[in-house]
């Protein structure tokens, strides 16, 4: 199937580790990114190809895949990190077609 | 700066027919496929198609199969998004992204602000 599940919530004290996890058939195939969104802003990416983080990206930022599922870990959560987290990975079905794909998203709150 | 710029869009009617735009700059645009994704107010992320980095190859969504055609100039840098037979659930802020690498599987890494397109009579 070609969905991604999140947890829909998840809730840190600053300066705790919050875990945002991503289940589904298709990351266990495909390379896997994490997108963080805050309000009223479009998307940023803060991890690729499974575990890289792009440039400008605090290294508390990290993250690990393993079969059918994906984690994102931010270590030591600060208040700026809230928002809306998203894992993402492209796929290809059975008959070659492709399309990319989108977990329902986790919203991040660090208080 | 790598920068990308929506436009085009507004409210219409079920039905009616809207051409959205991305103006990309700051990088080689025909080194990149190009992805739209599109967010539902209140609601999550949902990609709606990619065009390869020389417009032969075009996926898309099944939400939206059949019905939206992306399509771009590279002599112009920019990219396009036909949706028609348009619905009340394809109102949503509209994104265009900038692939990371020459293949669309490497995801998106330059996002631009969004474009609104709202479906209502």
């Known amino acids: 199937s070609f969905e991604l599940t999140q947890p829909p919530s998840v809730s840190v004290s600053p300066g705790q580790t919050a875990r945002i996890t991503c289940s589904g058939n298709?990351?266990?195939?495909?390379?896997g990114f994490w997108y963080q969104q805050k309000s009223g802003q479009a998307p940023r990416l803060v991890i690729y190809?499974?575990?890289r983080r792009p440039s400008g990206i605090p290294q508390r930022f990290s993250a690990s895949s393993s079969g059918t599922m994906a984690t994102l870990t931010i270590s030591g959560a600060q208040v700026e990190d809230e928002g809306d987290y998203y894992c993402?990975?492209?796929?290809?079905?059975?008959?070659?077609?492709?399309?990319?794909?989108f977990g329902g998203g986790t919203r991040l709150t660090v208080l | 700066e790598m920068k990308m710029v929506e436009s085009g869009g507004a409210v219409v009617q079920p039905g009616g027919s809207l051409r959205l735009s991305c103006a990309a700059s700051?990088?080689?645009?025909?080194?990149?496929?190009i992805h739209w994704v599109r967010q539902p107010p209140g609601k999550g992320l949902e990609w709606v198609s990619v065009?390869?980095?020389?417009?032969?190859?075009?996926y898309y969504g099944d939400s939206v199969k059949g019905r939206f055609t992306v399509s771009r100039d590279n002599t112009k840098d920019s990219l396009y998004l036909q949706l028609n037979s348009l619905r009340g659930e394809d109102t949503a802020v509209y994104y265009c992204?900038?692939?990371?690498?020459?293949?669309?599987?490497?995801?998106?890494?330059?996002w631009g602000q969004g474009t609104t397109v709202t479906v209502s009579s």
């Open positions: 993402y990975c492209y796929s290809t079905d059975s008959g070659g077609y492709h399309r990319g794909l």
């Open positions: 190809d499974d575990r």
């Open positions: 065009i390869s980095w020389d417009g032969v190859n075009t």
């Open positions: 992204g900038k692939g990371r690498g020459k293949s669309a599987v490497y995801g998106v890494d330059v």
């Open positions: 700051g990088f080689i645009f025909d080194d990149y496929p």
């Open positions: 298709a990351m266990a195939k495909n390379l």
